[in-house]
């Protein structure tokens, strides 16, 4: 028999092999097997949740460093004339653009690689560490997903379309926002052959 790893939670087989498991007493080498297999498939199905395709992060990510950019951008080019077109141009020539995306990046998911288990309870590991929440996509909400913030005493109010005021909401809008406005500004002043606020 085989002892299961402390770090591997006993989702599979019978409940008295899950309790011997979390007791830490001997367990069957194939039930060890299973409660193993059943760990990497949580594993790569909780990274493919996060930052795949429909996962929450991609879309909180482009949101932020759209923001960032699109308020950089055009500060820049009030103060200087450079159009968005050059500025971007310049930003991915020299390594700016992806500085800014692996920061905000590592500032989305650091909230998991920061929780305490002493005060926030949660299961999985790495950035896809969850809690239990039967009203979030596939019962898990990530420690991450600006959705799992608790707003209570922050302005704003609760409405049936989601909170307006400070809360993932407004955050979702404005990301968004953003991103249709970066994309928008360059293809206007590709056609106009200036910059959009100052020609």
Known sequence: ?????????????????????????????????????????????????????????????????????????????????????????????????FAIIALVTAGTLAPCAMANPNETPFEGSGIAKFRPEPRAKAGRQYLCDPRAVDCEGLPGRDTPLGRIGFGPLAETVNGRAAMVGLVATFVIEGAMKHGLFRG
Do not use: C
């Open 1 to 97: 028999s085989l002892r299961a790893p402390a770090h591997v939670a006993p989702r599979v087989g019978s409940r008295r092999v899950r309790a011997r498991a979390a007791a830490g007493e001997p367990i069957p080498a194939s039930e060890a097997v299973k409660m193993a297999d059943s760990s990497r498939v949580a594993k790569r199905k909780g990274f493919a949740e996060t930052m795949g395709f429909a996962g929450w992060a991609p879309e909180v990510v482009n949101g932020r460093v759209a923001m960032f950019g699109f308020f950089t951008a055009l500060i820049k080019e009030l103060a200087t004339g450079e159009s968005f077109t050059s500025q971007l141009s310049y930003n991915l020539t020299h390594g700016v653009s």
